[in-house]
């Protein structure tokens, strides 16, 4: 809590202000002793209670993004070049490492695509949810370890009580995950960010652990981070879409807007590649090319090397323009959104 109070706390005119706002967020790496920017000029909002989908192929900046949210940049090697991040009321670009830390695992809650690299293997689950509790929230052992179950039973591990004291290696992937979600929300965030929560899970696991996270935003009012290459999820749980590739975002809009007419050539490209069940399979056109590295990101429009309505005008980077009578629903491309 003091580290909490040495953090500006942002004042907004609006009475319920963005859980997460993102401004002007460039992110850049560094390789081989040059620095390249992975994200550019990103800007996003989250408010309680939505879910906000991050899209697009592997190696997009999706999981620099929330790194760059959580002030969580591989040290020396990445950094926030320019923008703000104000999560909660609190700006994390102008606060003090304590005063980020203090704000993960207390106010931010995240959830990523492994628990078992996460989770100490040897530790008890029900001790390492107790953790969050006593480091957080400064609850004695006994305290937190009575939380812990009443997490455990919301995040709905079955036999809650007889598993307090297992280990991680004796749950299945789907019940980790879940003991990783009871961690996210031992101190009940505002906020969650989920890179890829469920791409290691099997298919039937996944909806039991999306539906689970859905009911529980629902009942905390969370506002939502979701990382996901799968267009399917964010059909399925998110409110808004934004799609990254190469750093840049690309489109985003309501869900119901881009799924109705996704406009951008790359993700009329990842829609064509993403399995249905109303198509055969034969009909997948998976993207062809892959995604530039850093170092060999073309300048202008960074999807011109893979896109099949390539123009001149490409050379230069387009801007995001909003759809004529859409105004939620933007694009950036020089074709497609003049
Ligand atoms: N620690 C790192 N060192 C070097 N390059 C990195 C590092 N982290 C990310 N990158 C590069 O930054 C780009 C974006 O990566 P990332 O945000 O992890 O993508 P995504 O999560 O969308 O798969 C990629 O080109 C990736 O190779
Ligand atoms: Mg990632």
Redesign the pocket.
């Known amino acids: 809590m003091s580290a909490l109070a040495a953090v500006a706390v942002v004042e907004s005119p609006s009475s319920e202000p963005a859980a997460i706002a993102v401004d002007g967020l460039t992110t850049s790496?560094?390789?081989a002793g040059n620095w390249y920017d992975?994200?550019r000029d990103v800007s996003f909002t989250v408010s309680r209670r939505e879910t906000l989908a991050l899209v697009?192929?592997?190696?997009?900046?999706?999981?620099?993004?929330?790194?760059s949210v959580m002030g969580l940049l591989?040290a020396g090697?990445?950094r926030i070049s320019s923008g703000r991040i104000v999560v909660d009321g609190v700006d994390m670009t102008a606060a003090t490492e304590a005063g980020r830390q203090a704000m993960r695992g207390d106010r931010i809650g995240m959830i990523f695509q492994e628990p078992m690299t996460s989770l100490n293997p040897v530790l008890p689950v029900g001790f390492q949810i107790a953790e969050a509790l006593i480091e957080h929230r400064g609850m004695n052992r006994r305290a937190a370890q009575k939380r812990a179950l009443e997490l455990m039973e919301l995040v709905r591990i079955p036999a809650a009580g007889q598993r307090l004291d297992a280990y991680p290696h004796q749950f299945s992937g789907g019940m980790r995950q879940r003991v990783m979600i009871a961690i996210a929300l031992a101190c009940s965030p505002k906020v969650l960010i989920a890179?890829e929560p469920t791409t290691a899970l099997d298919v039937t696991i996944q909806a039991q652990v999306l539906a689970l996270l859905a009911d529980l935003q629902a009942r905390e009012g969370l506002a939502v981070l979701l990382?996901t290459?799968n267009l399917g999820v964010v059909a399925s749980v998110a409110d808004r879409v934004m799609v990254?590739y190469g750093?840049d975002v690309v489109e985003s809009g309501p869900v119901k807007a881009f799924f109705r007419r996704p406009t951008h050539p790359y993700s009329e490209a990842l829609l064509a590649a993403m399995p249905r069940v109303d198509r055969p399979s034969e009909a997948l056109a998976p993207i062809p090319g892959q995604?530039p590295?850093?170092p060999d990101m073309p300048s202008g429009c960074r999807y011109q090397s893979r896109c099949p309505l390539r123009i001149e005008k490409c050379a230069e980077r387009p801007p995001l323009n909003p759809l004529p009578g859409a105004p939620e629903h933007r694009v950036r491309c020089w074709v497609r959104a003049p």
């Open positions: 790496i560094r390789i992975a994200v697009g192929e592997s190696g997009c900046g999706k999981s620099l993004t929330a790194l591989p090697v990445g890179d990382i290459h990254m750093g995604v590295t850093l």
